[in-house]
């Protein structure tokens, strides 16, 4: 059988394959190329070796700080993200009226698109500045919790939907078995509830903190950077450095590499640490 | 195919022909029991369900007022935009929270505003246009490259799967440079191209998430068509696509969110050609002035397809989400 269907391969496999050497692979390989030489353009580099790894971190400090604001911002909505989406999720899995309308409406944010979400936002929170005389590009701060706010908007609904399905799978012997040995509903929850639904919370886990780290359009379109870069997120970053400075793109393809780097560190730890679990189950 | 079927039903029968009232006794008998099983299982399932639907306590109601006041909050930044989509520019950044009063009340100005400065229609048709062919291509293409690496072992398509699980982590800013200067030099870089640059960098996720769900139909099913005369694209279009439509369906929402909603790709791949995103985005212009009457306006249009695609298919996306993050 495998022999009949390899004869298959130009239909099968090749057009997937032709795509994914144009888009992926060819550019990725470029790319690791490029971030090693001076160029202005693709077809005229200049070969330099690791300078443009040494310009990313010493020509200004624009890359560190975006990695501070990045690494602060993660760790914040990755938090508050996944706290408010597991009450949202134990407050609809008890039978209260309309769970499903709650369900619908807390999803809903979800599937409008970065750019959309940016406006909305900047839209309110200048609103509520205005009476305070101020704009969200007046301080670092304000442009900081309004991206925190936008993202919980956009993504507690996402984690809920799968701490919902956790909780459904636990069985209800357990929590009645809790309940007979005398348990409280905060003993249940840290002793029968978390630990049934640690498969929810790595997968939640490792969403949140991947969407946030690779933050792009909701920080574009939000804030831009200001006041003075310093709302900048890593992605943000790299993309200025690349079409916001001639001459500078080889030093955007460094910083690039740099930011793939720590987010395939942060996708394998993550992995490692699931897979080391499924052993123990 | 269906005769064989046939033959494994009637064999059980065929085997015991001569006490063929024992057999019939006995198989009365099994039914009843498992009728009466079924009862009661109903029964206890119904009096649960009795359980659940006594009226709410105090605390629940609490709860439920706690969940009102939570979701009116989660609809409110809709409603506001909608609301400021109908006043002045001025009166959009000065009083956005107030309603719109004969003052500042514009009626459908902004749309029709709107509408011509980002050439509204022409940028929806041609998201429309590449969500809709990139997500076929898409579904097409990746699961058949999925059904080829997950039922032939060779040293390529191990290969293949593994670029394929390695590209899943690789950020977009990463190849974006390299990405549209290849898409330039091949002319990939209008509305026709970009479909085979969204099907590329799309194929890791696609492929991993199809291969899982292939994994888990039965090879016998796809030998018994091949015994019977099937080719492997006669095998894989009425017996594997059939089987995989629930995943093609979770992988087609999760591929069509991102690409409808993609702002960054198509600014750097496309030459002439403007999405939504980037439409609303030109809208911003240059040195931060920003026209927010007609913003609103165009945030609305932008909403409003979202949420009907959204309210005709929440089943399968709110399945489709559970089923790609436990896969993904």
Redesign the interface.
């Known amino acids: 059988?495998?022999k009949?269907?390899?004869?298959?391969?130009p239909?099968?496999?090749l057009?997937?394959?032709?795509?994914?050497?144009?888009?992926?692979?060819?550019?990725?390989i470029?790319?690791l190329y490029?971030s090693l030489c001076k160029f202005k353009t693709?077809k005229k580099t200049e070969f330099v070796g690791i300078d443009n790894y040494i310009k990313a971190f010493s020509q200004d400090n624009d890359f560190l700080n975006a990695l501070w604001f990045t690494t602060k911002f993660t760790i914040v909505s990755v938090v508050t993200i996944n706290l408010i989406a597991f009450i949202?999720a134990m407050?609809?899995t008890?039978?209260?009226?309309?769970t499903n309308?709650?369900?619908?409406?807390?999803?809903?944010?979800n599937?409008?698109?970065?750019?959309?979400l940016g406006?909305?936002?900047s839209?309110?929170i200048?609103?509520v500045l205005?009476y305070f005389g101020a704009t969200i590009t007046t301080d670092a701060n304000y442009g900081f919790w309004g991206l925190v706010i936008l993202m919980n908007?956009q993504q507690v609904g996402?984690m809920m939907?799968?701490y919902i399905?956790g909780i459904q799978n636990i069985s209800p012997d357990l929590i009645e078995a809790a309940e007979i040995d005398g348990a409280n509903a905060w003993e249940r929850l840290i002793h029968v509830t978390l630990p049934q639904i640690m498969?929810s919370i790595t997968?939640c886990l490792f969403?949140t903190l991947t969407n946030s780290f690779?933050l792009?359009?909701q920080n574009?379109?939000l804030t831009?950077g200001?006041p003075g870069n310093k709302t900048q997120m890593?992605?943000l970053d790299?993309?200025n450095t690349?079409y916001g400075r001639v001459g500078y793109?080889g030093v955007?393809?460094a910083k690039?590499?740099v930011?793939?780097v720590i987010?395939?560190a942060i996708?394998?730890t993550q992995l490692y640490l699931t897979r080391s679990k499924e052993v123990e189950n | 195919m269906a005769d064989t079927t046939r033959k494994w039903d009637a064999s059980p029968a065929a085997n015991a022909p001569d006490n063929e009232e024992w057999q019939q006794f006995l198989a009365g008998a099994a039914k009843e029991k498992a009728r009466k099983e079924k009862k009661e299982e109903m029964d206890k399932q119904k009096n649960e369900n009795k359980n659940?639907?006594?009226p709410?306590t105090g605390k629940?109601w609490i709860?439920?007022a706690?969940?009102v006041v939570?979701?009116i909050s989660?609809?409110l930044?809709?409603l506001?935009?909608l609301m400021?989509s109908f006043k002045k520019n001025v009166a959009?950044?000065?009083?956005?929270?107030s309603f719109p009063n004969s003052e500042s009340f514009v009626g459908f100005e902004n749309y029709t505003n709107g509408i011509e400065k980002i050439d509204f229609f022409p940028a929806f048709f041609t998201s429309l246009f590449i969500t809709v062919f990139a997500v076929a291509f898409i579904i097409l293409?990746?699961s058949?490259?999925a059904?080829?690496?997950t039922?032939?072992?060779?040293w390529y398509?191990k290969l293949?799967y593994l670029?394929?699980a390695f590209?899943?982590?690789?950020?977009?800013?990463?190849?974006?440079?390299?990405?549209s200067?290849?898409?330039n030099q091949?002319s990939?870089d209008n509305m026709f191209g970009i479909i085979?640059?969204?099907?590329?960098?799309g194929?890791?996720l696609s492929?991993f998430m199809f291969a899982g769900f292939i994994k888990s139909v039965p090879l016998e099913i796809?030998?018994a068509a091949?015994i019977d005369g099937c080719?492997?694209?006669r095998t894989?279009f009425m017996i594997d696509f059939p089987i995989l439509r629930p995943s093609a369906i979770t992988v087609a929402i999760l591929n069509a969110?991102w690409i409808?909603?993609?702002?960054?790709l198509p600014t750097l791949i496309l030459n002439r050609q403007k999405t939504l995103?980037m439409a609303?985005?030109y809208l911003r212009g240059g040195y931060?002035s920003i026209d927010?009457a007609a913003?609103?306006a165009m945030?609305v249009l932008?909403?409003i397809p979202?949420?009907i695609?959204?309210f005709a298919c929440?089943k399968y996306?709110?399945k489709g989400?559970?089923a790609g993050?436990?896969k993904g």
């Open positions: 059988m495998e009949a269907i390899k004869k298959w391969f239909l099968f496999a057009p997937t394959l032709v795509a994914f050497v144009i888009a992926f692979l060819v550019p990725f470029m790319g490029l693709v949202f407050l609809l008890k039978a209260i009226k309309g309308v709650f369900r619908t409406i807390f999803f809903m944010p599937l409008i698109g970065g750019i959309v406006y909305i936002w839209m309110i200048n609103g205005y908007w996402y939907i799968i399905s498969p997968i969403l690779k792009f359009d574009y379109a831009s200001a890593l992605a790299i993309y690349f793109q955007g393809q690039a590499v930011f793939f987010v395939a996708a394998l | 659940l639907k006594t709410m629940d709860k439920f706690v969940l939570i979701a989660f609809i930044p809709i506001l935009v400021n959009v950044s000065n009083e956005p929270f293409c990746t058949m490259c059904w080829f690496i039922r032939v072992k060779t398509t293949m670029l394929f590209s899943m982590i690789v950020p977009f800013q990463m190849v974006m440079y390299p990405m200067f290849v898409a091949l990939l085979i640059i969204y099907l590329g960098f194929a890791g492929v796809e030998e091949m080719g492997p694209v894989f969110m409808w909603n993609d702002y960054l995103p609303i985005q931060g927010m913003m609103m945030l932008a909403i979202i949420i695609f959204y929440q996306i709110i989400v559970v993050a436990v």
